[in-house]
């Protein structure tokens, strides 16, 4: 046995619940073990103290106290249930982040420059995209005068080529 596993059993050992092979075991290894062994005698020490302590009764208005506070509880944290929901959570962390940020927008003593760098960001981003989408444009009627060339090369190559042929013998049955 390992020190770890030592540990896990020893308030088990204690407490006299292991059987008879595991607590050979356990003795045999705190034989070699000297810290097993001290962690031994210092729980068997806690223990003894813990048993001079006095035990005192509880009474009956202080259980019924206790027992009806997770009644209460339950009544009050309906709306907290809510908020602490786990699927929840990204949409408010989301909303934190948000509200973080347009507050130092609007606290912000220089608020003037920041919306003059968003705009000036917006517009060129928005130009970059109109851009593109113009590209994109004249490269769909560009290819498009090669449509047939395209359509014919792809009839050659071998599987689109088999699967027409089994088309054409479907057509002609």
Not at 66 to 73: G, H, I
């Given at each position: 046995?390992?020190?770890?596993?030592?540990?896990?059993?020893?308030?088990?050992?204690?407490?006299?619940?292991?059987?008879?092979e595991?607590?050979?075991?356990?003795?045999?290894?705190?034989?070699?073990?000297?810290?097993?062994?001290?962690?031994?005698?210092s729980?068997?020490?806690i223990?003894?103290?813990?048993?001079?302590?006095p035990?005192?009764?509880?009474?009956?208005?202080?259980?019924?106290?206790?027992?009806?506070?997770?009644?209460?509880?339950?009544?009050?944290?309906?709306?907290?249930?809510?908020?602490?929901?786990?699927?929840?959570?990204?949409?408010?962390?989301?909303?934190?982040?948000?509200?973080?940020l347009?507050?130092?927008y609007?606290?912000n003593?220089?608020?003037?420059?920041?919306?003059?760098?968003?705009?000036?960001?917006?517009?060129?981003?928005?130009?970059?995209?109109?851009?593109?989408?113009?590209?994109?444009?004249?490269?769909?009627?560009?290819?498009?005068?090669?449509?047939?060339y395209?359509?014919?090369?792809?009839?050659?190559?071998?599987?689109?080529?088999?699967?027409?042929?089994?088309?054409?013998?479907?057509?002609?049955?």
């Amino acid at each position: 046995m390992d020190c770890e596993k030592i540990k896990e059993l020893l308030s088990s050992y204690v407490e006299e619940e292991l059987g008879e092979e595991e607590k050979l075991r356990f003795e045999s290894h705190l034989e070699s073990c000297k810290d097993c062994k001290s962690l031994l005698f210092s729980w068997r020490e806690i223990k003894e103290s813990l048993a001079d302590f006095p035990e005192f009764e509880v009474s009956e208005e202080l259980l019924s106290s206790l027992y009806s506070l997770p009644e209460r509880k339950k009544k009050l944290s309906h709306l907290g249930d809510f908020f602490l929901h786990s699927s929840l959570q990204p949409i408010l962390a989301s909303a934190v982040i948000l509200l973080t940020l347009v507050s130092f927008y609007f606290f912000n003593p220089e608020r003037a420059l920041i919306s003059k760098s968003l705009s000036r960001n917006f517009h060129l981003g928005y130009s970059k995209v109109e851009r593109l989408c113009v590209r994109a444009a004249s490269l769909t009627g560009y290819v498009s005068g090669y449509k047939d060339y395209l359509f014919a090369s792809l009839k050659n190559i071998a599987p689109f080529a088999e699967k027409e042929q089994e088309n054409k013998i479907k057509m002609e049955d």
